[in-house]
């Protein structure tokens, strides 16, 4: 069990142009979702925060309204990069816990590509 | 604040035990994690420890927690070419977040 998937695995966009992805916890409910972004031979870091029905928590430094978080329900959660430039190209995770905040199990990831 | 550090590469005999360390500054952490992450995939949770505990044995993997210190370490016996991959140190920060380091990098030498 605990099994999160994110869709899609890869994306290449141009610039200018708005890219979604998809976290869903497929076997449990997610009360809360994190966002993760990763740069090549990084660490992650955390972006923002996100719980079932209300809005984002984003950490400083994390643009709100470039990077929009929706998660409209306790299996979904959606990340929506708006007129996404080169720089925005990165590996993005996301992850959920079904309870306390210290147990996160994390999706695969999605690669971001902007030309 | 908040930091988690680690080595970045560490190169070991295939068979011989690798062992990986990390030291953390938040004194507060209840948990401390290792993660595993194979090439373009996600984090895989490998094992984690309480604060309040030293050792943690599960099959090859040994977590071992110097509170003192603030240094954590994971050794791997008998490594394998499957292990191959990048180990994040992670804290469980009274903020309320997960504090990854940097990776660290391990490769097999045949």
């Known amino acids: 069990g605990a099994v999160v998937s994110q869709h899609p695995s890869w994306v290449i966009c141009k610039s200018g142009t708005s890219v979604k992805i998809e976290c869903r916890s497929l076997?449990?409910?997610?009360?809360?979702m994190f966002w993760y972004r990763q740069f090549p031979k990084q660490s992650l870091m955390l972006m923002a925060t996100s719980n079932e029905g209300s809005k984002a928590t984003y950490e400083q430094g994390v643009e709100k309204d470039k990077f929009l978080i929706n998660h409209a329900s306790l299996t979904l959660s959606t990340l929506t990069v708006t007129s996404a430039h080169p720089e925005d190209s990165s590996f993005y995770i996301c992850?959920?816990?079904?309870?306390?905040?210290?147990?996160?199990?994390f999706g695969p990831g999605t690669r971001l590509t902007v030309l | 604040g908040e930091d988690v550090e680690q080595s970045l590469f560490l190169s070991v005999r295939e068979g011989d035990s690798s062992v990986i360390n990390c030291t953390y500054t938040?004194?507060?952490?209840?948990?401390l994690y290792w993660y595993k992450q194979e090439p373009g995939a996600g984090l895989q949770l490998l094992t984690y420890i309480f604060s309040n505990m030293d050792m943690k044995q599960d099959q090859r993997l040994t977590v071992l927690l110097n509170k003192k210190d603030k240094h954590l370490s994971l050794r791997i016996a008998d490594t394998q070419t499957g292990d191959s991959a990048i180990y994040f140190c992670a804290e469980y920060s009274n903020a309320s977040k997960i504090i990854f380091g940097s990776g660290t990098r391990l490769s097999i030498q045949p």
């Open positions: 992850s959920a816990t079904r309870g306390g905040w210290n147990e996160q199990f």
């Open positions: 076997d449990f409910q997610a009360t809360t």
């Open positions: 938040d004194s507060s952490s209840t948990y």
